[in-house]
């Protein structure tokens, strides 16, 4: 197992030198959850404690932990090429990497376009979206639509299109205009315990006719879903909802883009969601697993149509003014080559589909259980939803999230009183019911 490093004693000033991202801070301050290893299925906490890893970090760590040959890869990149400008140069590991992506991605998804994070992949999304319509000669397309509850990370583009207040409520002064957004998809009193698609919920793709009718569909320039939501807690497409919502986009000339940096990389068994449910985006947002988390990196894949427009639209010099000093970085790139060839060597987006119905049946043991009101699942993903304590919205999910860490020495995360739970997809059986029995203990364990 990986050595414990040193830790940060409980008084050590640099504990008050770090200003903590989506944290409690003076919770976590006073009561630190700190993580110095990890290895495969498992972190190792400062007390020396191995502690199951039930969300892969923060979704992202799909082929487990600290796998070697991308740790190799990164090492090996880092002695070769530390860092190569990305414009107006390039180094063959970004190329290789986007032709390797190609290669999973759904057919005629052409480009790729590199970032450092989801919240990077999703302003690149938009950004590509009003190019793509200018290009066309349609420069009145600048609305975007997002759903409510949508999570699309925390760039002031990526809080506009999404739909978790807390995200947005002390920035709402300066958030982009033109910007709406449909109802969400959550019906608890129609769908309740659904294991995989819930039955109802198809019509609220409807959403977007009501926005097409009120602002115009030719004002639109995209729409953008997460097609599970995942940061929200969970929410899965209701049957039919994803079709209805590409023949709105057909219908009207706006382009459809799914944030898959949750979804991507194997979390519902196949590499995307797109190919999962079966109905193509115009544009897809990646991060997270694209490296397994191991650098950080972001990708905006594009139907080749929407890349010859804005490129074609140029004659000469600069055809996109956009672009990070980090975008496909070489330790990224590597990283990301290493990575994809790991998923395929070892099947992992086979192996999540294979052991999904043991996930469901496992995660679905929890109806009945102390507090819980409704489970649901797709692939490797599960969200548990607790009744919130009366007067105290999201405290019991949190307290369980505590207790399951120190308790139980299991690492779950929370979203108001969802549970959301999403292992590595290198997870057994054995580990499948492990998880769920301390998810069990740390939720009944809860006033
Ligand atoms: C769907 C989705 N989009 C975007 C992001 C933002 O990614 P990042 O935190 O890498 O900026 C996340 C992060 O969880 C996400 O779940």
């Not at 002695?79 to 180094?91: K, V």
């Not at 995209?222 to 709105?248: D, F, H, K, M």
């Not at 956009?322 to 975008?327: D, P, R, W």
Request: neutral net charge; contains cysteine; glycine residues 10%.
């Amino acid at each position: 197992m990986t050595p414990a490093m040193t830790t940060i004693a409980p008084h050590d000033p640099a504990l008050d030198a770090l200003w903590m991202p989506f944290t409690a801070n003076k919770a976590f301050k006073a009561r630190p959850r700190m993580l110095v290893g990890a290895k495969d299925m498992h972190y190792t906490s400062d007390d020396g404690r191995q502690i199951l890893d039930g969300t892969a970090g923060l979704w992202c760590v799909n082929a487990g932990h600290c796998r070697p040959p991308i740790i190799e890869a990164i090492t090996k990149a880092a002695q070769t090429l530390d860092f190569a400008p990305g414009f107006q140069m390039g180094h063959p590991a970004s190329f290789a990497l986007a032709q390797a992506l190609k290669g999973i991605l759904p057919a005629g998804f052409d480009q790729v376009f590199f970032s450092n994070s989801g919240s990077e992949a999703v302003d690149s999304a938009l950004k590509i979206a009003l190019a793509y319509h200018i290009a066309r000669g349609q420069p009145q397309r600048t609305r975007f639509i997002g759903r409510e509850r949508g999570y699309h990370g925390v760039g002031f583009g990526g809080i506009s299109v999404g739909g978790i207040a807390t995200n947005k409520t002390t920035f709402k002064a300066q958030l982009l205009p033109q910007v709406d957004h449909i109802p969400h998809t959550h019906d608890p009193a129609r769908n309740a315990y659904s294991k995989g698609m819930p039955a109802h919920g198809a019509e609220l793709a409807d959403g977007l006719e009501a926005m097409v009718a009120k602002y115009g569909g030719e004002t639109i320039a995209a729409v953008i879903v997460e097609p599970v939501a995942g940061s929200t807690g969970v929410l899965i497409p209701p049957v039919g909802y994803l079709e209805r919502l590409r023949r709105i986009c057909d219908a009207h000339g706006i382009l459809l883009i799914y944030d898959e940096v949750i979804t991507g990389f194997g979390r519902l068994g196949s590499a995307f969601a797109a190919q999962h449910f079966g109905v193509m985006p115009d544009m897809i947002t990646l991060a997270k697993g694209i490296t397994n988390a191991a650098v950080p990196m972001g990708a905006t894949a594009v139907k080749g149509s929407i890349y010859d427009a804005v490129v074609q639209a140029t004659e000469k010099g600069i055809e996109f003014f956009h672009g990070y000093t980090y975008s496909g970085h070489p330790l990224a790139a590597a990283a990301g080559l290493a990575t994809l060839k790991l998923y395929a060597d070892e099947g992992l987006f086979a192996r999540a589909a294979a052991m999904a119905p043991a996930w469901e049946a496992a995660v679905h043991s929890l109806r009945g259980a102390r507090h819980v009101i409704d489970v649901r699942n797709i692939g490797l993903v599960a969200g548990i939803e607790l009744e919130p304590r009366a007067g105290a919205p999201a405290m019991r999910a949190f307290d369980a999230f505590v207790s399951a860490f120190f308790d139980e020495g299991v690492l779950i995360r929370t979203t108001g009183d969802i549970v959301a739970l999403s292992p590595p997809l290198i997870i057994s059986e054995a580990q499948i019911g492990e998880l769920i029995g301390k998810v069990r203990r740390a939720v009944e364990r809860q006033m």
